[in-house]
């Protein structure tokens, strides 16, 4: 069945370091990849979105590619803040039958000033 | 737009109570979801309904029932509470029927079970 990996946590890192977070995944066809971000105490919002191969999403400074021949959709930013502070989830929904999303575990990042 | 809104925030049951855990959307979308998140197993999905009228189980559903009262509302209910059903639960919804859909989320319910 279809799954996601996502690297474990937390991340810990100061203010202005650059962040990757590891996503993998394994589905047949070609699904539709997400990253959602969860700030304490909330539900889960999506954060960006590709739903074709080499597509890139992108939104507040964080971006992810499509990779299709690495099975991946790995998450970085630039500059991280303190605001970023929060757990990052990646899914995948699959092409075909309920649409249903799978989620990786999470990955808790922590930004110290 | 209030969004999802789930109630109640907060729950404490003593083993063997029940209780209904209630989720509603004014996003006229069709497909509604709820899940559990524990510590370190990321999110589980219950139960779904991918329209007004169908209800299918997910991949924990053991324990729970649930009821699609009408396209705003999806109801979680735990007829006899376990202290395995201790989590925080989310209800989601999306507009159903294409695997490019966002999910949107309530803010979750804490529930303690003694």
């Known amino acids: 069945g279809d799954s996601v990996t996502q690297m474990e946590g937390p991340v810990t890192l100061s203010e202005e370091a650059f962040l990757t977070i590891n996503c993998t995944y394994t589905a047949t066809g070609y699904p539709s990849l997400f990253w959602y971000v969860q700030y304490p105490g909330e539900g889960l919002q999506l954060l960006l979105k590709a739903t074709k191969a080499d597509d890139k999403g992108s939104n507040k400074g964080f971006e992810a590619t499509y990779r299709k021949e690495t099975t991946s959709f790995h998450l970085e930013k630039g500059s991280v803040q303190v605001s970023d502070s929060a757990v990052y989830f990646c899914?995948?929904?699959?092409?075909?039958?309920?649409?249903?999303?799978?989620f990786g575990r999470g990955t808790s990042l922590i930004v110290h000033p | 737009n209030a969004g999802v809104t789930q109630t109640p925030k907060f729950q404490v049951l003593k083993t063997g109570q029940s209780m209904t855990l209630q989720c509603a959307q004014d996003?006229?979308?069709?497909?509604m979801y709820w899940y559990r998140q524990d510590p370190g197993m990321g999110l589980r999905l219950i139960y779904y309904s991918a329209s007004e009228g169908t209800t299918d189980k997910g991949e924990v559903p053991n324990g729970y029932n649930v009821s699609r009262l009408n396209k705003r509302e999806f109801s979680l209910r735990l007829e006899s509470a376990a202290p395995s059903q201790t989590s925080v639960y989310f209800c989601?919804?999306?507009?159903?029927?294409?695997?490019?859909?966002?999910?949107?989320f309530g803010p979750g319910t804490r529930l303690t079970v003694l």
């Open positions: 899914a995948l929904a699959p092409p075909g039958g309920s649409y249903i999303p799978t």
């Open positions: 996003m006229n979308h069709n497909s």
């Open positions: 989601a919804t999306s507009g159903g029927g294409r695997p490019t859909d966002t999910q949107y």
